[in-house]
């Protein structure tokens, strides 16, 4: 981007290093962006539908008080998935028994981007309480992708990186339980980042399965994905699985520089089921990283074969549990027809039966199986063994590298409905990343090529816990010698 004052701006375009920039060089101010973000989302949002609700008045008064602001996103609009809890603003985890809850306190995450002078700006849509990896299963409608809208985004946040690729939005927050940050990044041709599991407050994330969700950024390039780290990374005694740890200033990591780094290739990652042109994309950023001088070597990760099944029996198991809660007595949407209604099991039973759509009953169910007496110990237990394999896989793997780089998704985005009637062909999408949430460990998502179809390709890069910075540094590096972030779809 240039900074030559002649040049004329496009300020949809704009990400949040060059908005700080021109804002403090008062080039632009605030209210331009979100005039220009309002226009630029009247005409593109019926195609993309990225937002479940966007409230423009709201956001236009809260615009009144950002001169008086002071912060590190002051004037940033920064979009939220619809299960990260806004105060007074509605969060329905895209679903029918949440319809009408707007909850009294904003999450952790949200907090300290206000307190930074962020300005809110819509809920994003998302697959049906983040179950999903298309953002199909939404009560409010399907998202669309940018590249080509009649292909999914990606899921389950798949709005809030529809939003920041069709650029209705500077950036976005996320959640991830098994790719649901990375997998729509990939489909979405941006940056994903699922940062080490504690290092992201969850307190006022609507949890899905609370040993695996975590909060994280969408964003334009790396640099931003850095900016919005060191804003929202951090501890928070509000949730009892934040780690107190000092947390560094990523964009100290942002160096052009991996001379001597160590990167492993998994070799269980490029066997049967990879798309040729995701296989050629991934082969041509590990050459072009040898030719930066990093040193790539093939590791193992022989447990991956069951990351998928074990990721659905903890998964689902957490899901139903921490789903019983609505019951249409605390939140959201009840059944209409109480009159009928002969006890309190009834009504819960009718409530849950209206109000759940059918992926998350499926989920539901089971979950509540595998935990049942007489099946935890054959599924439940067995799968926690299997996620401690799993975990040790990535403890020897990183042994003898910095890095483990891997497709983040085994194909480009698929058409809609392609896989709704087959659940567990839409499981296999997010096969490369699911191991990453099963251990906790930290892994970005970076666009690294395109198909002869347009349709972005993207780049996975998992850490040492803890360890985002050198993530950040190999990422940048890559971004830097590459212009797949510099791609727009044409909408």
Known sequence: MSTDKRMPINIENLKIHRLLELYRTKELNPKEVID????HIEKIEPKIKAFVHFNREKITKELENI???????KGIPVTIKDNICVKDEPTTCASKILGGFSPPYDATVVERLKREGAILFGKANMDEFAFGSSCETSFYGPTHNPWNTS????????GSAAAVASDETVASLGSDTGGSIRQPASFCGIVGLKPTYGRVSRYGLVAFASSLDQIGPLTKDVKDCALLMNVIAGYDEKDSTSVNIPVPDYTKALVKDIRGMKIGVPREYFLEGIDKEVKKAIEEAITLIKDLKAEVKEVSLP???????????????????????????????????????????????RTRKEGFGAEAKRRIMLGTYVLSHGYYDAY??????????????????????????????????????????????????????ISVNLAGVPAISLPCGFTNDQLPIGMQLIGKPFDEETIFRLAYTYEQNT?????????
């Open 67 to 73: 001169p008086q602001k002071e912060g590190k996103l």
């Open 303 to 349: 447990h991956t074969e069951y990351a998928v099944a074990t990721y659905y029996i903890i998964a689902t198991a957490e899901a139903s549990s921490n789903l019983a809660r609505f019951d249409g007595v605390q939140y959201g949407y009840r059944t209409k027809d109480i009159s009928s209604v002969n006890d309190i099991i009834q009504f819960y039973s």
């Open 151 to 158: 292909c999914v985004p990606g899921g389950s946040s798949g």
């Open 483 to 491: 212009d797949w972030h510099y791609k727009k779809p044409k909408l």
């Open 380 to 433: 439940y237990l067995r799968a926690l063994k299997v996620r401690t394999l799993i975990r040790k896989d990535f403890e020897e793997a990183f042994k003898e590298c910095d890095i483990i780089l891997t497709p983040t998704s085994p194909t480009p985005p698929f058409r809609m409905g392609e896989k709704t009637e087959n659940p567990l062909a839409m499981y296999l999408s997010d096969i490369y990343t």
């Open 36 to 39: 220009c973000l309002f226009s």
